[in-house]
Nanobody, 120 residues
């Protein structure tokens, strides 16, 4: 079993900042990719930012220049620094981790989601 624990969501005014964090624990042998997705009411879940081992971070066009993703492989954590937040960033943000078990099986895991609300 793998658990993802997210923290850092909340309510912020437009132009403000928030940092989301996600810690992975459990029976994951090797993490390959870590990222953040979001889902706004009435919309599909979309990738916000992701970072895979050996690759540069990838960002949705809507957040480029405002959000920064980082990961700490020693602690199995991934963070999302969100600056200059806009009302359209309001959504539930989900942590996603993909990795291999000791038997080399690849699996995807999701956090429970954390609400980010940006007021105008």
């Amino acid at each position: 079993q793998v658990q993802l624990v997210e923290s850092g969501g909340g309510l912020v005014q437009a132009g403000g900042s928030l940092t989301l964090s996600c810690a992975a624990s459990g029976s994951i042998f090797s993490i390959h990719a870590m990222g953040w997705y979001r889902q706004a009411p009435g919309k599909q879940r979309e990738l916000v930012a992701g970072i895979a081992t050996g690759h540069r971070p990838d960002y949705a066009d809507a957040v480029k220049g405002r959000f920064t993703i980082s990961r700490d492989d020693a602690k199995n954590t991934v963070s999302l620094q969100m600056n200059n937040l806009k009302p359209e960033d309001t959504a539930i943000y989900y942590c996603n981790v993909g990795g291999y078990s000791s038997s080399n099986t690849y699996s995807d895991y999701w956090g429970q989601g954390t609400q980010v609300t940006v007021s105008s």
